[in-house]
């Protein structure tokens, strides 16, 4: 692979001019960062990048929105057993970026369980088809013939996504599915070091003859005029450096063209040993493998590395033992095709020499280096010998010890690689000023077993992270760790970490969607939504909707059932039957005494559960089970000779996608004999379609 790395555009792949891909002298050389050795060639020379995003916005747009919600989840299940199937290949060409097969494992798996899980979840959490409704209906008149919702619909433009160089399969993967779950086409741009990976598993993505036409477009190499061609409609989803993502936000499409921009940077994360954390408690112990496997793990390159190990000061000279024996114990520097490397290289000389620049602003600084050496060090190489490696990337695993915790260096520079440095503390309140010296960051861990400190070190520090880990003895081991964000959680930051929220579930498929505020009657908002909303029509035509298979059911079928009487000794035969004997349903003086009720008054799930019988259709058929009732609220008392009955509407009918059976919500209604409302709540059934 020494010749020109292609782009995927506009459903091919795209290499510059014959004259300049044959031109050996053309193009950025990509090297292997162990060796040195040329890997590919990138170059955009040529490229119509106008074409490629216009052909998201066309053919893109129009494929993704034939498909809904859970359609598009199931193409990411998919799409992740495609990649599963060849991850092998993935592993091999990873380990000439660098990445031990640990590394790798959390690039490339990593990178796959985001789309399974993106899967799951929106085959879960989203309505089959492509509105996604936000919240509960607003009244917005007295009669209830104007109501207010709020709903989500996709973008119509592409998502560019810019990403680094030390993640180029889970980086891009993070972006992608939550922006192809929401139905918007992405055009991928890998940071140019490690983009031969990116190829790699585009190009099996391309292959599985999966990807729906114009869902995914890959440029290899600079874009430097992209900006220019971006529009309303578009997105943009960067991962870098702070000072990158400022330049790039200063741009026109963004401050005035209405392009979103969200990013994801480089953030001086912090650990926090607690007071209580002695050396020889586990939670000590935690905290010292996680500040190795954070300064080790990707060799350092990671944005939510420990980068500042906050210790008091009575424990500093024991954390700087313990993590020298730990590496000395468990780090091995070399190549990561050598039998036995934990660490390896950077991504590239480059990344060496900035990674040593700012090592030397540290020490400038204050910082005195306790842990590791700048100098060149002896690696493992694949034939088995140890020995320099002067065409690769190495760099010894450094800590650095500050003895002024408030220079301000240590609090802005970044030596993004195996380094950290760590600062003292006093008391509680001093930690928490320490963390939020960073100016903002994607992650902060706490290491202490005492709540009290955890409680408030967290009051300090949680508007200044995006994510905060609380390590001790009973979740040490299950924990996933400092560095691993996770799709069902924020990743992102506020300040200096970019002010943006990739991943997080559901919130990292609605940056992909715009909210609109619909204002109309029910019927119209029913039309719109796909969500029956009381005051729309509905439908009794005298054959009960349980009878109905999906294929039949329609939003407003509906069932009214009789009415039932409750009695006193209803009353009493459910207190003592369930043991429910609450003053309200058994002391007419107490219950009186109570600002709620009138007197004795039917217990809730007496009614509730009365309401079942009226409503249901016993004999078997289309419902195969109720799984469950939500947004339960009792409105009305009712009184031992009232009556009470319900009235049942089919609200909202989801199929799955993969199943011979949907789930089906119906909005229940208890109401009394003077058409009072007793209570609501939704009802949840799961329906054949046949």
């Given at each position: 692979?020494?010749?020109?790395?292609?782009?995927?555009?506009?459903?091919?792949?795209?290499?510059?001019?014959?004259?300049?891909?044959?031109?050996?002298?053309?193009?950025t050389?990509v090297?292997?960062?162990?060796?040195?050795?040329?890997?590919?060639?990138v170059s955009?020379d040529?490229?119509?990048?106008?074409g490629?995003?216009?052909?998201?916005?066309?053919?893109?747009?129009e494929?993704?929105?034939?498909l809904?919600?859970h359609?598009?989840?199931?193409?990411?299940k998919?799409?992740?057993l495609?990649?599963?199937?060849?991850k092998?290949?993935?592993?091999e060409?990873s380990?000439?970026?660098g990445?031990?097969r640990?590394?790798?494992w959390?690039?490339?798996?990593?990178g796959?369980?985001v789309?399974?899980?993106?899967?799951?979840k929106?085959?879960r959490e989203?309505?089959?088809?492509?509105?996604y409704?936000?919240g509960?209906?607003?009244?917005?008149?007295?009669d209830?013939?104007?109501?207010?919702?709020h709903?989500?619909s996709?973008?119509?433009?592409?998502a560019?996504?810019?990403?680094?160089?030390?993640?180029?399969?889970?980086?891009?993967?993070?972006?992608f599915?939550?922006a192809?779950?929401a139905?918007?086409p992405?055009?991928v741009?890998?940071?140019?070091?490690t983009?031969y990976?990116a190829?790699?598993?585009v190009?099996?993505l391309?292959?599985?003859?999966?990807l729906?036409?114009?869902?995914?477009?890959?440029?290899s190499g600079?874009?430097?005029?992209?900006?220019?061609?971006?529009r309303l409609?578009?997105?943009?989803?960067?991962?870098?450096?702070?000072?990158?993502?400022?330049?790039?936000?200063a741009h026109?499409?963004?401050?005035t063209?209405?392009?979103?921009?969200?990013?994801?940077?480089?953030?001086?994360n912090?650990?926090?040993l607690?007071?209580?954390?002695?050396?020889?408690?586990?939670?000590?112990d935690?905290?010292?493998?996680q500040l190795?496997?954070?300064?080790?793990s990707?060799?350092g390159?990671?944005c939510?590395?420990i980068?500042?190990a906050?210790?008091?000061?009575?424990?500093?000279?024991?954390?700087v033992?313990?993590?020298r024996?730990?590496?000395a114990?468990?780090?091995?520097?070399g190549?990561p095709?050598?039998?036995g490397?934990?660490?390896?290289?950077?991504?590239?000389?480059?990344?060496?020499?900035?990674?040593?620049?700012?090592?030397?602003?540290?020490?400038?600084a204050?910082?005195?280096?306790v842990?590791?050496?700048?100098?060149?060090?002896d690696?493992?190489?694949?034939d088995?010998?140890?020995a320099?490696a002067?065409?690769?990337a190495?760099v010894?695993?450094?800590?650095?010890?500050?003895?002024?915790?408030?220079?301000?260096?240590?609090?802005?520079?970044?030596a993004?690689?195996?380094?950290?440095?760590?600062?003292?503390?006093?008391?509680?309140?001093e930690a928490?000023?320490?963390?939020a010296r960073?100016?903002?960051s994607?992650?902060?861990?706490?290491?202490t077993?005492?709540?009290?400190?955890a409680?408030?070190?967290?009051?300090?520090?949680?508007?200044?992270?995006?994510?905060?880990?609380?390590?001790?003895?009973d979740?040490?081991?299950?924990?996933?760790?400092?560095?691993s964000?996770?799709?069902?959680?924020?990743?992102?930051?506020p300040?200096r970490?970019g002010?943006?929220?990739?991943l997080?579930g559901?919130?990292?498929v609605l940056?992909?969607?715009?909210r609109?505020a619909?204002?109309?009657?029910p019927?119209?908002?029913?039309?719109?939504?796909?969500?029956w909303?009381?005051?729309?029509?509905?439908?009794s035509?005298?054959?009960h909707?349980?009878?109905?298979?999906?294929?039949?059911l329609?939003?407003g079928?509906?069932?009214?059932?009789?009415?039932?009487?409750?009695?006193?000794?209803d009353?009493?035969?459910f207190?003592?039957?369930?043991?429910?004997?609450?003053?309200?349903?058994?002391?007419e003086?107490a219950?009186?005494?109570?600002?709620?009720?009138?007197g004795?008054?039917?217990?809730g799930?007496?009614?509730v559960?009365?309401?079942a019988?009226?409503?249901?259709?016993?004999e078997?058929g289309p419902?195969?089970a109720?799984y469950?009732?939500?947004?339960?609220?009792f409105?009305?008392?009712?009184?031992?000779?009232?009556?009470?009955?319900?009235?049942?509407?089919?609200k909202?009918?989801?199929?799955r996608e993969t199943?011979?059976y949907?789930?089906?919500?119906w909005?229940?209604?208890?109401?009394n004999?003077?058409?009072?409302t007793?209570?609501?709540y939704?009802?949840?059934?799961l329906?054949?379609?046949?």
């Amino acid at each position: 692979m020494t010749g020109i790395l292609p782009s995927y555009v506009e459903g091919e792949w795209w290499t510059p001019a014959a004259t300049v891909s044959q031109d050996p002298a053309s193009g950025t050389e990509v090297r292997d960062a162990s060796t040195g050795e040329v890997v590919a060639r990138v170059s955009t020379d040529g490229l119509d990048l106008a074409g490629a995003l216009e052909y998201g916005r066309t053919v893109g747009q129009e494929s993704l929105g034939r498909l809904s919600f859970h359609q598009r989840a199931v193409l990411l299940k998919k799409l992740a057993l495609a990649l599963t199937a060849r991850k092998s290949e993935l592993y091999e060409v990873s380990a000439r970026t660098g990445a031990t097969r640990t590394d790798s494992w959390v690039d490339i798996d990593g990178g796959i369980g985001v789309l399974f899980s993106y899967s799951s979840k929106g085959r879960r959490e989203l309505p089959d088809g492509q509105i996604y409704v936000d919240g509960p209906v607003e009244p917005l008149s007295k009669d209830g013939s104007f109501l207010g919702r709020h709903v989500y619909s996709r973008l119509p433009g592409v998502a560019v996504q810019i990403n680094a160089f030390n993640f180029p399969v889970w980086g891009s993967l993070e972006k992608f599915a939550p922006a192809f779950l929401a139905g918007v086409p992405t055009v991928v741009k890998p940071a140019t070091p490690t983009g031969y990976l990116a190829e790699a598993f585009v190009r099996i993505l391309v292959e599985s003859d999966l990807l729906p036409a114009g869902s995914l477009q890959l440029i290899s190499g600079s874009v430097s005029d992209l900006f220019d061609h971006l529009r309303l409609g578009d997105i943009v989803g960067f991962t870098g450096s702070a000072s990158t993502a400022e330049s790039l936000r200063a741009h026109s499409a963004v401050q005035t063209g209405g392009v979103r921009f969200t990013a994801e940077t480089d953030s001086i994360n912090a650990s926090v040993l607690g007071t209580d954390a002695t050396a020889g408690t586990p939670e000590f112990d935690a905290y010292v493998r996680q500040l190795v496997t954070e300064m080790t793990s990707k060799a350092g390159q990671k944005c939510t590395a420990i980068r500042r190990a906050i210790v008091p000061a009575v424990s500093a000279d024991a954390v700087v033992e313990a993590v020298r024996a730990r590496i000395a114990d468990k780090v091995v520097l070399g190549d990561p095709r050598a039998e036995g490397t934990t660490m390896g290289p950077l991504a590239s000389p480059a990344q060496r020499d900035e990674v040593l620049r700012q090592v030397g602003r540290l020490t400038d600084a204050g910082g005195r280096i306790v842990v590791g050496t700048m100098d060149a060090p002896d690696v493992l190489h694949d034939d088995g010998s140890t020995a320099p490696a002067p065409d690769g990337a190495f760099v010894s695993p450094m800590l650095l010890r500050f003895d002024d915790s408030a220079a301000d260096a240590v609090h802005t520079v970044e030596a993004f690689g195996p380094v950290a440095s760590m600062l003292t503390y006093d008391t509680t309140a001093e930690a928490g000023g320490l963390v939020a010296r960073g100016g903002g960051s994607l992650v902060t861990s706490i290491a202490t077993h005492d709540p009290v400190q955890a409680m408030e070190l967290a009051a300090r520090i949680a508007p200044f992270n995006g994510r905060m880990l609380l390590l001790d003895r009973d979740d040490a081991r299950s924990s996933t760790g400092h560095g691993s964000p996770l799709p069902n959680l924020v990743h992102g930051g506020p300040g200096r970490a970019g002010g943006g929220e990739e991943l997080g579930g559901m919130r990292a498929v609605l940056h992909h969607m715009q909210r609109t505020a619909l204002q109309g009657s029910p019927e119209m908002l029913t039309a719109l939504t796909g969500q029956w909303h009381a005051g729309a029509a509905a439908n009794s035509d005298g054959r009960h909707p349980f009878r109905k298979p999906l294929t039949e059911l329609r939003i407003g079928d509906q069932v009214v059932s009789a009415s039932r009487k409750v009695t006193l000794d209803d009353i009493e035969t459910f207190a003592h039957f369930t043991g429910d004997t609450f003053y309200a349903h058994m002391d007419e003086d107490a219950a009186a005494a109570n600002p709620f009720f009138p007197g004795r008054v039917a217990h809730g799930y007496l009614l509730v559960s009365w309401a079942a019988g009226l409503f249901v259709d016993p004999e078997p058929g289309p419902v195969l089970a109720n799984y469950g009732l939500e947004n339960l609220r009792f409105l009305t008392p009712v009184s031992p000779g009232d009556t009470i009955r319900v009235e049942l509407t089919a609200k909202q009918i989801t199929p799955r996608e993969t199943d011979e059976y949907g789930e089906v919500r119906w909005d229940a209604v208890i109401r009394n004999q003077d058409e009072e409302t007793v209570a609501t709540y939704d009802v949840l059934t799961l329906v054949s379609k046949e």
